[in-house]
């Protein structure tokens, strides 16, 4: 009941009644957007990139006119300039770089290849050249062989080397490029050390067989490896033997290095 005259106080209700703020969110992502003028330098940009590059590509601003051929000899850096030498006027911009290393790799003379871009207009390319270990004789011809059993070039019957020959059977095929198997290639196996090696030099004569490997020195020694394991020992062994044998043929029989077995025949002096 009310009251004449009295202030009427509303009802409480449990009710909060909140006022929230307007969403800043919208205006947040708005202030993210680049401007109009932002987006017209970034397109020009873009815009001048793409321009750049087909200037590049279509005109002659990097055409390739240098090949500079590095690591390589002057007689390989020359096979490897004629190799690439229909690259030159391309440009370095859209340069196959996939079609200068099969170009490469298909040389006998490279072992392995890589390439660089040295802008405005040389083709630089890096060569580890094949290095002979050996050479394979096939009647009156030869050819000069990798470590890797690759053929890296034949040989003039007037030609001279000092590396151990590999003689093959008339029917093995052998030509530049060719990669040998086999008992020629387990011979050059044999033979690829020999380089860094006290025998190197001595050794005349590579033989294998289905179950032997043997090198023949030029005093006649012949050391029987077996077969291609422990090839470093085997070597050390037979170089201190054929050190302290110089005069003396027969063989030395390197099978178990750590208990060589020996025949030997010592040449009188004279």
Same mark, same amino acid.
């Given at each position: 009941?009310?009251?004449?005259?009295?202030?009427?106080?509303?009802?409480?209700?449990?009710?909060?009644?909140?006022?929230?703020?307007?969403?800043?969110?919208?205006?947040?992502?708005?202030?993210?957007?680049?401007?109009?003028?932002?987006?017209?330098?970034?397109? !020009?940009?873009?815009?001048? %990139?793409?321009?750049?590059?087909?200037? !590049?590509?279509?005109?002659?601003?990097?055409?390739?006119?240098?090949?500079?051929?590095?690591?390589?000899?002057?007689?390989?850096?020359?096979?490897?300039? %004629?190799?690439?030498?229909?690259?030159? =006027?391309?440009?370095?911009?859209?340069?196959?770089?996939?079609? +200068? +290393?099969?170009?490469?790799?298909?040389?006998?003379?490279?072992? &392995?290849?890589?390439?660089?871009?040295?802008?405005?207009?040389?083709?630089?390319?890096?060569?580890?050249?094949?290095?002979?270990? !050996?050479?394979?004789?096939?009647?009156?011809?030869?050819?000069?062989?990798?470590?890797? =059993?690759? +053929?890296?070039?034949?040989? =003039?019957?007037?030609?001279? &080397?000092?590396?151990?020959?590999?003689?093959?059977?008339?029917?093995?095929?052998?030509?530049?490029?060719?990669?040998?198997?086999?008992?020629?290639?387990?011979?050059?196996? %044999?033979?690829?050390?020999?380089?860094?090696?006290?025998?190197?030099?001595?050794?005349?004569?590579?033989?294998?067989?289905?179950?032997?490997?043997?090198?023949?020195?030029?005093?006649?020694?012949?050391?029987?490896?077996?077969?291609?394991?422990?090839?470093?020992?085997?070597?050390?062994?037979? %170089?201190?033997?054929?050190?302290?044998?110089?005069?003396?043929?027969?063989?030395?029989?390197?099978?178990?290095?750590?208990?060589?077995?020996?025949?030997?025949?010592?040449?009188?002096?004279?």
């Amino acid at each position: 009941m009310s009251v004449p005259g009295e202030a009427r106080i509303p009802a409480r209700t449990d009710a909060a009644v909140a006022v929230l703020p307007a969403p800043k969110r919208r205006i947040e992502l708005m202030r993210l957007l680049p401007s109009g003028r932002a987006s017209a330098i970034a397109l !020009a940009v873009v815009a001048l %990139a793409a321009g750049v590059y087909l200037v !590049a590509r279509e005109t002659s601003v990097f055409a390739v006119d240098t090949i500079d051929v590095r690591g390589a000899p002057p007689s390989i850096a020359g096979e490897v300039r %004629a190799a690439l030498a229909d690259f030159k =006027g391309g440009s370095l911009v859209t340069l196959n770089g996939a079609a +200068v +290393v099969t170009r490469l790799d298909g040389l006998p003379v490279v072992a &392995s290849a890589r390439y660089d871009r040295d802008f405005p207009h040389t083709l630089r390319v890096f060569i580890e050249p094949e290095r002979p270990v !050996a050479v394979v004789r096939r009647g009156p011809d030869s050819w000069l062989v990798s470590a890797h =059993g690759r +053929v890296i070039s034949s040989l =003039g019957q007037g030609d001279k &080397s000092d590396l151990p020959r590999i003689w093959v059977k008339g029917t093995v095929s052998v030509s530049p490029g060719g990669m040998l198997s086999g008992d020629p290639a387990r011979a050059v196996r %044999a033979a690829s050390p020999l380089a860094r090696s006290p025998l190197r030099g001595r050794v005349t004569t590579v033989r294998v067989t289905p179950d032997e490997v043997a090198l023949v020195l030029r005093s006649g020694l012949q050391l029987e490896l077996g077969n291609t394991n422990n090839l470093p020992l085997k070597l050390m062994v037979g %170089a201190q033997i054929a050190q302290s044998a110089q005069r003396a043929t027969g063989y030395v029989d390197l099978t178990v290095p750590d208990r060589p077995v020996s025949k030997l025949n010592t040449q009188p002096e004279g």
